[in-house]
């Protein structure tokens, strides 16, 4: 049972366009969501977080936005550039337990020139 | 500061035998986090340990298990190989159990035949 989805497993943007990735989850008892990196041969790098107490949080060209009724929230990248290509995964966790996270299978975002 | 480090970095067993695969936080850090990235469930969280301690559990059989040093070094063995353990175990350390930001190595990739 997949309880954060990713479901576009790939996205390609040009260079300076926007980049939305997409995240679905359907456990009600998470409160914490976060957005990591990752580039072949490397672990995951995380990149921004938000609290269910908030419904956007922004760190310099990354924004999450969070809709807590939908159970959905997305990273827009605004704008994409080349060295953004990676792999995007999305994950949630509950107070409490906040180390146990519970990723979405990534997304591979390409931006090309 | 050095990043989580992860030994040995490739592995190939073959079904039936078992495997130890280590994981150095970074240095400060308590609590160590395991993780299974295969293509089909992303990444999958196997246990956490602090203090020594397993404080959190995935849902993963009783051939997963680790432990943890008093210098906070951990190790994760798998036994009994299947051909469905082949993954990419991922180590994820952060200062104390229940910080929200984790920092991930580079991952061992186990091949079981």
């Known amino acids: 049972d997949q309880q954060v989805k990713q479901n576009s497993p790939s996205l390609s943007v040009q260079e300076g366009r926007i980049s939305i990735l997409n995240c679905d989850y359907t456990?009600?008892?998470?409160?914490?969501f976060l957005w990591y990196k990752k580039y072949p041969a490397e672990g995951p790098t995380f990149l921004i977080s938000?609290?269910?107490?908030?419904d956007k949080n922004e760190d310099g060209r990354f924004t999450v936005f969070l809709n807590k009724s939908a159970k959905h929230l997305s990273l827009h990248i605004v704008p994409s550039q080349p060295g953004d290509s990676a792999v995007y995964f999305c994950?949630?966790?509950?107070?409490?337990?906040?180390?146990?996270?519970?990723f979405g299978t990534g997304t591979r975002l390409q931006v090309t020139l | 500061k050095a990043g989580v480090t992860q030994t040995p970095r490739y592995l190939i067993k073959t079904r039936g035998q078992q495997v130890t695969l280590s994981c150095s936080p970074i240095?400060?850090?308590?609590?160590v986090s395991w993780y299974q990235q295969t293509p089909g469930q992303g990444l999958q969280f196997l246990f956490e340990y602090f203090s020594e301690t397993q404080r959190n559990k995935g849902n993963f059989p009783g051939r997963f298990s680790g432990r943890q040093f008093s210098n906070s070094r951990s190790e994760m063995n798998v036994s009994t190989l299947e051909l469905g353990d082949s993954a990419l175990y991922l180590c994820a350390s952060s200062f104390l159990s229940g910080d929200l930001e984790q920092y991930f190595g580079p991952g061992t990739r186990l091949t079981v035949t």
């Open positions: 456990n009600s008892m998470f409160d914490y």
């Open positions: 938000i609290s269910s107490i908030k």
């Open positions: 994950a949630a966790t509950e107070t409490g337990t906040a180390s146990k996270l519970t």
């Open positions: 240095s400060g850090h308590r609590s």
